[in-house]
């Protein structure tokens, strides 16, 4: 977490607004992402966009550690996905099944 970031929420000032913080999130990890792959860069920022997602969430939750929010808000954007492909997962098994039984 930027030295920033730590003064404003534990010296008593102002907090940041979450988007803010979130921002700041995203060039911390510049470098980083300027280390993966280009395939892998473009997957990294989609998980940053998969938080911009929760902001507001992050801005009722006003944790210590905005990266946690943050983590929480991707995760949850993969949990959807999950539950969405598992749905249609067994939707296909089930037209299967079905098929299979039809051709007996």
Do not use: N
């Amino acid at each position: 977490m930027p030295y920033a970031l730590c003064e404003v929420l534990f010296m008593g000032r102002t907090v940041l607004p979450f988007s803010q913080v979130l921002e700041q999130e995203v060039q911390e990890w510049r470098k980083f992402r300027r280390g993966l792959r280009k395939e892998d860069q473009q997957f990294l920022d989609r998980l940053f966009e998969k938080a911009r997602l929760h902001v507001q969430a992050g801005v009722y939750a006003s944790r210590p550690w905005p990266f946690e929010t943050i983590l929480i808000s991707i995760l949850l954007e993969h949990e959807k996905a999950l539950l969405e492909l598992r749905s249609k997962l067994k939707e296909l098994k089930e037209m299967k099944e079905m098929k299979e039984m039809k051709e007996k």
